[in-house]
């Protein structure tokens, strides 16, 4: 058979459209990013052992969300347990080492969404649940409702089976004395080392959750809630636009709606996920002297860490291998 020349051109400009598509890295089948809190966190204040400490914590959680992504497990399953860990972990204000409201007490709040249908789950003001993310999740899975507060939901948290503990078990002597100088000095938030806990991360089916967990804010008012357990506040996932996880403070998160507008700018306004989380973060929130930030991951699995304190506590992984673990601005 005589091959023809135009056979052959055929065949070589095919070549050099599809051989560039071969060469260009395969796109991330799963995605994973958490923060561990955003501050005045400054090299100089954390000492080598210390920093080694929220490295080690941070890899551990991160490893925990990996192993069920890369499984073909949820990412509401992969962000459950993320959290979970650096929940059990005193370092980050979220479950044990939660910080002290002004009355001397430890009230917990968390939320988890699922981005394929919105459906949320949340608990506010918590004092005895031992993991208040499964007690989101379960508020999300099996009542009719999205969010619930103090002794109700702890009531039907027990019921669902999760760990109680006594009021006392989240107390740490570090946070203990944070608050007893932040007392002193008459200052909800003396170093702003908010230090709440957040994961969202992508499944092999191409679907995302977010979740986020606290303490809140040092000497908040008895009763007071933040952002972390409000649906598109501290919290926001959709699999058509990005999955949102903020730290920060919490009342200028809730009233400038910060994981739901950024979800927003990249539906309505076409922004790319980096850009729509920087004009939140960046720019209306710094305008209004307010401090934090996000991390974010759209479908296609990119990532954004985005914050305007010196600090924020995180990390990303993802199945092509990449990975990063960090603490300090640039
Ligand atoms: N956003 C949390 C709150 O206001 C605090 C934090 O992120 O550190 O409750």
């Not at 999740?137 to 039907?156: I, L, Q, T, Y």
């Not at 100088?181 to 080392?193: F, I, M, S």
């Not at 929130?285 to 506590?313: C, H, R, S, W």
Request: with cysteine.
């Amino acid at each position: 058979m005589k091959i023809s020349a135009l056979t052959l051109l055929v065949s070589a400009l095919l070549l050099m459209i599809l051989l560039p598509v071969v060469e260009t890295a395969a796109a991330p089948t799963w995605s994973l990013v958490i923060h561990g809190g955003a501050g005045t966190i400054l090299r100089e204040n954390l000492d080598t052992s210390t920093e080694a400490a929220y490295r080690a914590k941070m890899t551990e959680a991160m490893d925990a969300g990996a192993a069920i992504l890369a499984a073909g497990g949820s990412s509401l399953d992969a962000v459950e347990a993320t959290i979970q860990v650096m929940e059990d972990s005193p370092l980050f204000n979220a479950g044990k080492g939660a910080v002290f409201t002004a009355a001397g007490t430890n009230e917990m709040d968390a939320s988890i969404m699922d981005g394929r249908d919105g459906n949320a789950g949340a608990v506010a003001g918590v004092r005895t649940i031992r993991n208040p993310i499964n007690a989101a999740r379960a508020v999300m899975d099996n009542s009719p409702h999205v969010m619930m507060a103090r002794e109700g939901a702890e009531k039907f948290a027990a019921s669902q089976g999760l760990i109680m503990e006594d009021p006392g078990y989240f107390r740490t002597e570090r946070r203990w004395r944070g608050y007893l100088k932040a007392k002193e000095k008459r200052d909800a938030d003396p170093d702003r080392k908010h230090g709440t806990v957040g994961c969202v991360a992508v499944d092999q089916e191409g679907n995302i959750a977010a979740g986020t967990s606290t303490g809140g804010m040092t000497l908040k008012m008895w009763g007071r809630i933040g952002d972390s357990p409000v649906i598109g506040a501290g919290t926001y996932a959709n699999n058509k636009t990005c999955g949102v996880s903020a730290t920060g403070h919490g009342e200028y998160f809730i009233r400038n709606v910060v994981a739901y507008d950024i979800s927003a700018l990249m539906e309505y306004a076409g922004l790319s996920l980096q850009k729509a989380a920087e004009k939140v973060v960046m720019e209306k929130l710094v305008a209004q002297k307010a401090t934090g930030g996000v991390v974010a991951l759209d479908a296609e699995g990119n990532i954004a860490m985005v914050f305007n304190t010196p600090g924020m506590y995180r990390g990303y992984r993802k199945s092509t291998g990449e990975t990063e673990v960090a603490i300090f601005g640039q």
